[in-house]
Nanobody, 120 residues
Framework: AQLAESGGGSVQTGGSLNLSCVAS????????MGWFRQAPGKEREFVAA????????YYADSVKGRFTISRDNAKNTVFLQMNSLKPEDTAVYLC??????????????WGQGTQVTVSP
């Protein structure tokens, strides 16, 4: 799987960022896609997922109402719009395929991720 995340950065509390992840066509097409994150010293956790048609998104409770996942199937790209960011959102954000209806990845290979840092 080839996954390339981008769009991270440093923002203050309440700020916004829009992350992008470009995947290989083989990985992306026909697959539910999701975002995960890993903070220092913590295990990787699920953030959001969307089905292969771009519908039926679901989210971790911690980001519900603040983050929005979407995808552009013509560009093999999945997005994560993050609003009202909090310091606890600080993490490396990664995308991957998702086992639909669950909160774990469908592929053992990961990209490098993109760092999001939210300052108080």
């Amino acid at each position: 799987a080839q996954l390339a995340e981008s769009g991270g950065g440093s923002v203050q509390t309440g700020g916004s960022l829009n992350l992008s992840c470009v995947a290989s066509a083989r990985t992306f097409r026909g697959s539910a896609m999701g975002w995960f994150r890993q903070a220092p010293g913590k295990e990787r956790e699920f953030v959001a997922a969307i089905n292969h048609l771009g519908g039926s998104p679901y989210y971790a409770d911690s980001v519900k109402g603040r983050f929005t996942i979407s995808r552009d199937n013509a560009k093999n790209t999945v997005f994560l719009q993050m609003n009202s960011l909090k310091p606890e959102d600080t993490a490396v954000y990664l995308c991957n395929t998702v086992v639909w209806g669950r909160k774990y990845p469908g592929n053992k290979y990961w990209g490098q991720g993109t760092q999001v840092t939210v300052s108080p």
